[in-house]
Every structure is written in structure tokens, then in C-alpha cells.
């Protein structure tokens, strides 16, 4: 069982709409938590990094919050666009623990 | 500036050959990455440099890989001999000294047969 678990798998939504990703992690302690878009064909590209100590994040529409008491993380993507469409991956910054992703797909 | 490079983009080869991955890191960048997933699975760390020094190998899954960093500028990967397991894409990624945002190179689909 992996250590970084991503929900859901896969998530379709219209353009414009919001959505959360989940990332729930065993791996204890961790230096910093990461969220990564990865589009077909290309390496993962940092969203965000945030310490133990930090709770929330934002990048642009792309926000960041972390619960270490729960062990949760999770990525909210605001109003979306079709350039959205991506793999987003969760890594717990520990020994380099990966989560499998959820690929998101943005319809017009 | 160029980012993380990698050749080739696209390797089939058949089992019990030998391949070499090669990557470019972005110029000036001391630490150097390497990561796989394989087919359905998430990413996984193989090992990391240091300059030309390895700072941690502990995710290489045997001796058939062999990562080197000579003169701490690109690396190269080989696996030899190949196995059908051994498929997956190959990821690199480079940082600054004393940086945390890792940059990804677009990664080499190896294709086992």
C-alpha cells in the first residue's frame, strides 16, 4: 500500500467549475509537502511547497491547504480552464514519496 | 535558458539488451535527480547526485542500473541487461544547491520487449 494516497483517481468537470483533489499520507515526520501538474508527454511542474508548519499555500488559482494533524492534504482549483487538464500528483517530501495522481479533464 | 533535457524521448529495446538514458540538467544545477513509473504505478525515486557525487541510491531496484555523473554536468542511466519489468518513463530532474523546486525534464519512455 502506498504511503501517499491520491483521490479520486480521475475527476472530469466543465470549464469555469471548482474542484478539490484529497491527498492522504502515512509518511511521518516530512520536511515538506508538494503538489505537481503533469501534462501528457511532460515532466511534473511545481504548484506548491509547504512545510510541516504551514496549513495553506495558493499559486495563481491553485491553492494548497495541509492538515498534519490528519495527515490530509488537499489542491483546490478555481475556476477552471481547459488548460487545466492534467495529472496533479502529491508528494510528500520525506523520502520522496509519490502519490499516483488524479488526472483531471476539463470539458468545455 | 534551457530546461532539463533528456535523449532519447522514446527507447524500445528488447530483453537482455542494454539502453543509456541520458540527461542534461539545467546549467548549474548541483543536485540531479532520477525517478521511473512504471506502467499504473506512481512515481518512484532512484537516486539522487550530488554534483558528481551520490547522495542517496537508495531507490535503485538492483545492480542491472548503473547512474553515473561524471564531472557533475548531464548523467547518464544505463540498465544493463534490460529486463520486461524495466519499462516505464524515466524522469529527470535538477535544483539549484539549497533550492527545493525540482525541475523536470519530459522524460524517456523505455519500451522492453
Known amino acids: 500500500k502506498n504511503q501517499v494516497e491520491q483521490s479520486p483517481q480521475s475527476l472530469i468537470i466543465l470549464e469555469g467549475k471548482n474542484c478539490t483533489l484529497q491527498c492522504n499520507y502515512t509518511v511521518s515526520p516530512f520536511s515538506n509537502l508538494r503538489w505537481y501538474k503533469q501534462d501528457t508527454g511532460r515532466g511534473p511542474v511545481s504548484l506548491t511547497i509547504?512545510?510541516?508548519?504551514?496549513n495553506t499555500k495558493s499559486n495563481g488559482r491553485y491553492t494548497a491547504t495541509l492538515d498534519a494533524d490528519t495527515k490530509q492534504s488537499s489542491l483546490h482549483i478555481t475556476a477552471s480552464q481547459l488548460s487545466d487538464s492534467a495529472s496533479y500528483i502529491c508528494?510528500?517530501?520525506?523520502?520522496?514519496?509519490f502519490g499516483a495522481g488524479t488526472r483531471l479533464t476539463v470539458k468545455p | 535558458e534551457a530546461g532539463v533535457t533528456q535523449f532519447p524521448s522514446h527507447s524500445v529495446i528488447e530483453k537482455g539488451q542494454t539502453v543509456t538514458l541520458r540527461c542534461d540538467p539545467i546549467s548549474g544545477h548541483d543536485n540531479l535527480y532520477w525517478y521511473r513509473r512504471v506502467m499504473g504505478k506512481e512515481i518512484k525515486f532512484l537516486l539522487h547526485?550530488?554534483?558528481?557525487?551520490?547522495?542517496?541510491e537508495s531507490g535503485m531496484p538492483n545492480n542491472r542500473f548503473l547512474a553515473e555523473r561524471t564531472g557533475g554536468t548531464y548523467s547518464t542511466l544505463k540498465v544493463q541487461p534490460a529486463e520486461l519489468e524495466d519499462s516505464g518513463v524515466y524522469f529527470c530532474?535538477?535544483?539549484?544547491?539549497?533550492?527545493?523546486?525540482?525541475?523536470f525534464g519530459a522524460g524517456t519512455r523505455l519500451s522492453v520487449l
Open positions: 530532474a535538477s535544483s539549484p544547491f539549497g533550492e527545493n523546486i525540482q525541475y
Open positions: 509547504m512545510t510541516f508548519s504551514e
Open positions: 508528494v510528500v517530501w520525506n523520502d520522496m514519496r
Open positions: 547526485f550530488v554534483k558528481e557525487s551520490k547522495q542517496d
